[in-house]
């Protein structure tokens, strides 16, 4: 339901998010998180890019949160890696392309409440909640 990418953001910006004063680098979010560094780098970027990170060059430097980032919902980390349609999912659980209260297939009831809660979940946790 959550691709690998969307759960390594959710790691970098929960160890950020527990370093809110500090400048790190990518080698030392590397190697406490475990992420391979090349798709760090590229997970970083587009972090950046949407303005969760910020980044500065040169010595000292490294990446932190950006002001306000920690009370953004990880749903809008959720729509940046994995889309919207992923991040809110309406389709049927069963792939039937009619399926709503009208004409509801087998799992209809069960997956409305899974898919409510999980709605509910990533729209109420914020990436301050990550923080390890």
């Avoid at 190697?31 to 560094?37: L, M, N, R």
């Avoid at 087998?106 to 709605?119: I, P, S």
């Amino acid at each position: 339901m959550i691709s690998r990418t969307a759960r390594y953001a959710f790691q970098i910006l929960g160890y950020l998010a527990a370093r809110p004063a500090q400048q790190l680098r990518g080698e030392e979010i590397a190697a406490a998180t475990g992420i391979p560094a090349n798709y760090l780098a590229k997970i970083l970027n587009q972090l950046r890019k949407t303005g969760l990170v910020e980044s500065q060059k040169g010595w000292g430097g490294g990446f932190r949160l950006r002001a306000g980032a920690e009370n953004r919902p990880i749903r809008d980390v959720l729509v940046v890696f994995d889309g919207l349609g992923s991040a809110e999912r309406t389709d049927c659980a069963l792939g039937r392309p009619a399926c709503d209260a009208g004409h509801p297939c087998a799992m209809h009831e069960e997956w409305a409440g899974v898919r409510d809660g999980f709605t509910r979940m990533i729209t109420t946790t914020r990436v301050a909640d990550l923080a390890q």
